[in-house]
């Protein structure tokens, strides 16, 4: 039998927790063995679970960052006793997604990798492999990237190092390193990302595009009677605006900016601020914490009449799908991958910045009406991003990879 091992951050928690979660349920229908290797906050999962390191070493890792911007370059000792564990399972297929975040050692990873034989395929969720220190750069608009990272001006941005700079350092190993698989597929997740991949030092890498696919069966519209009672939104113009960390790089400052625009019956419902950002929203704004209940995301967008999402930098965010599913309109940035899976019958792309446009963006939608674009949001998810798809898509590309090992 077959065995898939799935290497992320985080198991069956956020979108790309539930991404490698669902694909390890689709293995499993397909007679295969599932496990997924991850850093930390277990949930439950089909797949066995293992974990990498502890919360102690988590810590350390996070330490090491902070004082020598050595991401990715602590947990050793917990890298190594996973790399036994590999060893005793020898799966047949590696899957990385996010190897940042506190919990994996690149260096000991990858010499493993680059001499055990096994095909490895890698979704790239951000831009952290090719780059020295961050995970997006779009905001700044730097191209460093592309030939060597140094002066990183995203230094304090996580993973975040109070002192020093070692981007040069961290961009030499990482080319090293990433360079370094025989049998290596690269799967970015939009179209915007592999014209920037191929444009780093992974440029000779193989690449298939699959883009992140969700739960149509999930994301329905809804009914809505008690959202609306329960947030006093009777007969207003909704606008949902969501993110797993508000910041200004996911348009938090542009959301405020943005309320002082609207009628007195609209409102926006923003998800995910945490505590201290919920009292400083103004009245027309309703914030709403962190929720990993999926269910409750579904109603939450079924209330709403349009999706706004002015993030200065992303890839190919699922809320943008996850909206069209319950029948939402978005308007979004020109941001990344963010318009790719939005048209005119679908929603507005702004450019990316331009609040006033944004604004002008949701006057049109406002006056057409959110029936004007559900059925055609719907149609988009069901024919081009349901998960099945995607799950089938990657399945695809193990028995691809295996075949041409053979």
């Known amino acids: ?49 293992i974990r990498i390191g502890s919360d102690w070493e988590v810590k350390l890792h996070g330490v090491k960052t902070r004082f020598f911007d050595a991401h990715g370059f602590g947990s050793k000792q917990a890298t190594i006793r996973f790399i036994r564990q590999l060893q005793r399972i020898r799966p047949d297929i590696i899957h990385l997604h996010n190897l940042h975040g506190y919990y994996l050692n690149i260096e000991v990873l990858f010499a493993y990798l680059s001499q055990c034989n096994i095909p490895v395929v890698w979704t790239l969720h951000d831009c952290w492999s090719f780059t020295g220190h961050c995970v997006h750069f779009q905001d700044i608009g730097c191209q460093k990237w592309q030939t060597q990272c140094n002066n990183c001006r995203l230094q304090t941005n996580y993973p975040a190092s109070l002192f020093l700079d070692r981007s040069p350092k961290n961009y030499i ?121 999926i269910h409750e995301l579904a109603e939450l ?67 057409k009406g959110k029936v004007a674009y559900s059925s055609f949001c719907r149609e988009n998810i069901w024919n081009h991003y349901r998960k099945e798809n995607k799950y089938d898509a990657y399945f695809s590309l193990y028995k691809h990879v295996l075949e041409s090992t053979k």
């Open 1 to 49: 039998m077959p065995r898939l091992l799935q290497i992320n951050t985080v198991v069956n928690s956020g979108s790309v927790g539930r991404i490698a979660e669902d694909t390890g349920k689709w293995v499993q229908q397909n007679g295969w063995e599932s496990y997924i290797a991850y850093g930390r906050n277990e949930r439950e999962s089909s797949s066995r679970l």
């Open 173 to 293: 190993a990482k080319k090293n390193l990433f360079t370094s698989v025989p049998n290596m597929t690269i799967v970015p997740v939009c179209y915007w990302l592999e014209d920037i991949v191929k444009k780093s030092f992974l440029k000779k890498v193989k690449t298939k595009v699959i883009h992140n696919g969700i739960d149509t069966e999930v994301f329905v519209p809804r009914n809505t009677s008690e959202v609306c009672k329960k947030y006093g939104l009777e007969n207003k113009f909704v606008l949902i605006a969501i993110a797993n960390v508000w910041n200004s790089t996911k348009g938090f400052q542009d959301i405020l900016q943005i309320s002082k625009y609207l009628s007195y019956d609209d409102r926006i419902l923003m998800i995910g601020v945490n505590k201290h950002q919920k009292q400083k929203l103004p009245p027309n704004v309703i914030g709403i914490e962190r929720t990993e209940n």
């Open 301 to 367: 967008y079924s209330v709403a009449d349009v999706l706004i999402n002015p993030t200065y930098q992303d890839t190919f965010p699922t809320i943008n799908l996850e909206a069209q599913a319950c029948g939402l309109p978005v308007i979004t940035y020109a941001t990344g991958g963010c318009a790719e899976a939005v048209n005119d019958e679908t929603g507005i792309v702004v450019k990316t910045g331009d609040v006033e446009e944004f604004v002008n963006a949701i006057a049109v939608v406002k006056q």
